[in-house]
């Protein structure tokens, strides 16, 4: 099955422990990207990347790295999280930038 | 002002009536269209996805692009009860990941 898989789907964590959210997609992309979505906001791009030699910022990159070592896997790093970044995060992949295939979401509570 | 405004609703209707979802948009450079549909606690879903202006149609559904007034159209025809979802439009300059935006949603709720 075609489809977009982050991990973890659930996280609650404290204030400055690093974690990463993985995203691994099946459909041979070569464009990835991350959105937080939060009430009254909508979705929010964090960063993008066209292919494994492109990666850029979005509209809200601070506090947030990425990684993209290869086509499949675009892990989103929270080096020192802290509470204004809980919200859910979605994974999205696409042939192209506009024609996206979305994981499930993952929730991060940051305390 | 937002890039691009949505009336977040909520929205409900009954079943079997003509739904019309609108999103207008500020930046004359966005070329590309389209309507995500999100299910709560889910991803959201591509739904259609147009190129400069125009209708398109796909089934119960048809896109609508008004360039010149800045401003698009959602139809959902025969709404149905699995209809129940947020609607997303997203719109972009070009294919490359470059002014990509989402408007903030309308949550929509046809009823039995």
């Known amino acids: 099955e075609a489809q977009v898989t982050q991990n973890p789907r659930y996280l609650i964590t404290v204030t400055g422990k690093k974690l990463t959210v993985t995203c691994s997609q099946n459909?041979?992309?070569?464009?990835m990207s991350w959105y937080r979505q939060d009430p009254g906001l909508g979705l929010r791009q964090i960063y993008y990347s066209m292919n494994v030699e492109v990666t850029d910022k979005g509209d809200v990159p601070e506090g947030y790295k990425v990684s993209r070592k290869e086509k499949r896997n675009f892990p989103l790093i929270l080096e020192s999280p802290s509470p204004n970044q809980t919200s859910l995060y979605f994974c999205?992949?696409?042939?192209?930038?506009?024609?996206?295939?979305f994981g499930a979401g993952s929730r991060l509570t940051v305390l | 002002q937002k890039e691009v405004e949505q009336d977040p609703g909520p929205l409900s209707v009954p079943e079997g009536a003509i739904v019309s979802l609108n999103c207008t948009y500020s930046n004359s450079a966005f070329q590309y269209f389209m309507w995500y549909r999100q299910y709560s606690r889910k991803g959201p879903e591509l739904l259609m996805y147009t190129y400069s202006s125009g209708n398109k149609e796909d089934g119960r559904f048809t896109a609508q692009v008004d360039k010149s007034s800045k401003y698009i159209s959602l139809f959902i025809r025969d709404s149905q009860p699995s209809d129940s979802a947020t609607y997303l439009c997203?719109?972009?300059?070009?294919?490359?990941?470059?002014?990509?935006?989402f408007g903030p949603g309308t949550r929509l709720s046809v009823l039995p």
């Open positions: 999205a992949s696409g042939a192209g930038a506009n024609v996206l295939t």
């Open positions: 997203a719109m972009s300059v070009d294919n490359y990941g470059q002014n990509f935006v």
């Open positions: 459909m041979n992309h070569e464009y």
